[in-house]
């Protein structure tokens, strides 16, 4: 019990992630490797707010604004140039913010991992199995957001924009669509989510350290794919499953010792069962 | 003065020179065609016209605005859209969303309501399909969902790109019936077809084109009997 709940609240946090991968690789068609590290700049942002205020509420709250606005001022000047160009110029853009952002958090925090004390909530019993609080909130918190992300994208203007700029951008500019604004929303709303997933990681692991948001952006990434890239339930779905997974491995001694190689082992064999991933949809390339 | 004025328009893909400067103008109330065979430019001179596709060089006015270098976007704000060649409803969405999204411009939401059941009028299949993903449309009725789309924004220029394309011949009459319908209602047209004969008869003038330049122009009801035509375009 105490591990499938585990598991799902990592799950949420992969998904949180996930869903910035996908909504921007389906809105404006780019993978961007360097939204793992929006993690890690929401946690260097709780980290200073604590530290100085020791409010962990304002903490939060400035964690939010510092990553939408980091996605945001990211996308303008390292990705909105590059509209048109190749595929890979963009790819390798990314790495290079990636790298940018973790070489910054080390001149201004340095390079050793510091530790962030936020307060501790106690455990709570249900079923006879001792759950902490902190996962009970990552869940609930986590349910929450999603839920209310699928019925922004499904039921308001901008939403429905998303959707139709993900499809098929030219008619979407036919209906008076300014897909620039709408990628960076999809940026802002993919970097919100971010830093909630970077307090809830900080809530298990409370530490953080410059490269803090590879291994989540990996898994996540991995999660997106799973779930089928591009789509914004398979990135929940994903993101769910790889929590699950991590934490019933690592709760088997045994393989415990395996469970990365198992998560991405399942990416292998998902990827090839099902090259587009689980929700994935093909797309039609012309009619 | 013209409503869309095309002048000197270049295109190109990389070195090659898609379209070579062509000028053509549509005027207020008219239906013009632009006819050729495949490969001849038609479609990139439309898109190119709505932003889609970069000029390269040459100028396009739209009610005396130069739009040669705005966005898409803030073209079908001044009042033209255009239905893409292939349709290009949205397959994911349901046939009541792509009309909301048609009306993604409009603000007032009175006025969207009232848009959406005089399409529902205009195509009744379309009614009846409403929470149907548009996807799952056949072709016929894709092609009504993308013009009753474009009409949401009340274009005073509708641009249609191969409208016919793939329908069954009823079909193909029912979309040309509309589109004079809507032309008397007072949207001017450019319409590109390879039913060269059903655009002669429906259009007022017509500008032929041949491997990205203008190889003839004039009255539809005169090419329709112009030898050339006849051969190259309507079967002899």
Not at chain 2, 105 to 119: C, F, S, Y
Not at chain 2, 193 to 203: D, F, H
């Amino acid at each position: 019990m105490s591990i499938i709940m585990d598991g799902l609240s990592l799950g949420a946090i992969y998904a949180l992630i996930a869903l910035g991968y996908t909504m921007v690789y389906g809105i404006a068609k780019m993978l961007n490797f360097a939204h793992g590290d929006i993690i890690m700049v929401g946690a260097y942002a709780i980290l200073t707010i604590l530290t100085v205020t020791g409010n962990p509420l304002l903490g939060i709250l400035v964690s939010i604004v510092v990553c939408t606005v980091s996605g945001v001022v990211i996308e303008k000047f390292a990705y909105k140039p590059l509209r048109g160009a190749s595929p890979l110029a963009v790819l390798i853009t990314a790495i290079g913010v990636s790298f940018f952002l973790q070489s910054i958090a080390q001149l201004l925090f340095g390079a050793k991992s510091r530790p962030i004390s936020l307060p501790y909530l106690g455990h709570v019993t249900i079923f006879g199995a001792e759950i902490s609080v902190n996962t009970i909130i990552t869940l609930i918190v986590g349910a929450i957001i999603m839920a209310m992300l699928t019925l922004f994208v499904k039921y308001t203007r901008t939403g429905r924009a998303m959707q139709a700029v993900s499809e098929d951008r030219g008619a979407a500019i036919l209906m008076g669509v300014n897909v620039n604004g709408i990628i960076m929303i999809t940026f802002a709303i993919g970097s919100a989510l971010a830093a909630f997933a970077s307090l809830f990681y900080l809530m298990q692991i409370p530490s953080t350290s410059p490269t803090l948001g590879s291994m989540p952006g990996i898994k996540a990434f991995t999660a997106a794919v799973i779930g089928g890239i591009g789509s914004i339930p398979g990135a929940m779905l994903g993101g769910m499953l790889l929590g699950l997974v991590e934490k019933i491995c690592l709760s088997i001694p045994a393989i415990s010792q395996y469970t990365t190689a198992i998560e991405f082992s399942l990416l292998i064999l998902i990827l090839l069962v099902k090259p587009i991933g689980i929700l994935g949809k093909k797309r039609r390339e012309k009619v | 003065m013209a409503l869309l004025e095309v002048k000197d328009l270049e295109v190109c893909y990389g070195v090659i020179r898609a379209i070579k400067g062509i000028s053509f103008e549509v005027n207020k109330g008219e239906i013009v065609t632009l006819i050729g065979a495949n490969g001849a430019g038609k479609t990139t001179t439309m898109q190119s016209i709505m932003g889609l596709i970069p000029i390269k060089s040459g100028f396009v006015s739209y009610n005396g605005i130069d739009i040669t270098k705005m966005p898409g976007h803030k073209i079908v704000n001044l009042g033209m859209t255009q239905v893409l060649e292939g349709r290009r409803v949205f397959q994911e969405l349901t046939v009541y969303d792509n009309l909301l999204m048609g009306a993604y411009a409009v603000k007032n939401k009175h006025q969207i309501k009232e848009d959406i059941e005089k399409v529902y009028e205009r195509f009744p299949i379309l009614q009846q399909r409403k929470s149907q993903i548009a996807g799952t449309l056949s072709g016929g009725e894709q092609q009504m969902l993308a013009i009753g789309r474009a009409v949401m924004i009340h274009p005073e220029l509708l641009m249609l790109d191969e409208p016919s394309m793939g329908l069954s011949p009823i079909l193909v009459d029912q979309i040309f019936d509309i589109i004079k319908q809507l032309n008397e209602e007072g949207t001017t047209i450019l319409l590109v077809e390879q039913n060269a004969k059903k655009a002669l008869k429906v259009a007022d003038r017509a500008y032929v084109l041949e491997t990205g330049n203008i190889a003839l122009s004039g009255k539809a009801s005169d090419l329709l009997e112009n030898d050339d035509i006849k051969k190259a375009y309507l079967g002899g």
